[in-house]
């Protein structure tokens, strides 16, 4: 059992000092991660599903611990956002996403990950508009991707997207129909693309049934003039039921996994056909 008390003996179960011991040295680890390099910036091709080109790219971020090997996002993004280390290793996603894509064939537009941290930051807008000069980047091939959950005060949220929309860039919600937004709520939010969550991708088939939620993201993006993005494809029959259901643009292991940014380069220029 544990206690809290300050003067008692703290039992902990097994795992669990290692465990925050772990968290702890890792947050301090990444402060240096971005200054000394660590962090590789991986790109997973986006493609128009009735052709098969690639149409843009999903920035996801590995860390290279010297010591620790390759720590995945879901392992050191919620760290990172406790310690606040998420503004410089968010903003150097960002602007390694938008250089890279510069330098890709098609002029496909790169869509970056924001926690919630991020979202709160009242520097936030000022940021990326500097990342966009500093890159040349033109705003209409960035999209900025959030999750329902980390609009976590709208007086802060709300504006900061509403502020980044027009300038040009593109608002996502990730993981769409994950969080517990409600309809009335969804429509007052300044977005442009839903993304379907693999969970419900992973339920598609080719036999009719389908998902219900699939079905109904999709009409729902269609009346609130949004579009609809596919996370998760693995099979072709998932991306044939996505198509007849009217999901245009999907990414997934069918079409590529995250590739390193000398691979996206490849891949750009001579797109696999499916
Ligand atoms: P996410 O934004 O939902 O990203 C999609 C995840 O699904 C990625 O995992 C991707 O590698 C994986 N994936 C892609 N296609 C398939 C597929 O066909 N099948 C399966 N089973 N998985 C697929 P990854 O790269 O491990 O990233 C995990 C999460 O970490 C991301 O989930 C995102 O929430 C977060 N993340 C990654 N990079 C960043 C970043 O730069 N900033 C922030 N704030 N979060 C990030
Ligand atoms: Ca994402
Ligand atoms: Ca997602
Ligand atoms: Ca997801």
Known sequence: AKRAGTHDVVVYQPGMLDRRADDA???EDLEEAVSSGQLRVLYQPMVDLSSGR????EALVRW??????IVSPLDFIPIAERTGAI?????????????????????????VNLSARQLQ???????????????ALPPDRLVL????????????????????????????IDDFGTGYSSLQYLSRLPVDILKIDRSFVAELDNTGRGSAITEAVISLARILDMTTVAEGIETPAQAAELQRLGCRTG????????????DAEQYFTHPQRV
Request: glycine share 10%.
């Open 87 to 111: 503004t410089g290793v968010g903003l150097y996603v960002l602007e390694q996403a938008c250089r890279m894509v510069q330098t890709w064939a098609g002029h496909p537009y790169v869509s």
């Open 64 to 69: 290279h611990h010297p010591l620790r090997g």
């Open 251 to 262: 990414q997934g292991y069918l079409y590529a996994k995250p590739l390193a940014a000398d």
């Open 121 to 135: 930051d009242p520097t936030l807008v000022g940021s990326v508009r500097t990342v966009l000069d500093r890159t």
């Open 145 to 172: 991707e959030i999750t329902e959950s980390a609009i976590v005060d709208d007086r802060v949220a709300l504006p900061a997207l509403e502020a980044l929309r027009a300038h040009g860039i593109r608002i996502a």
């Open 25 to 27: 040295a890792l947050g």
């Open 54 to 57: 690639p149409v843009g790219a």
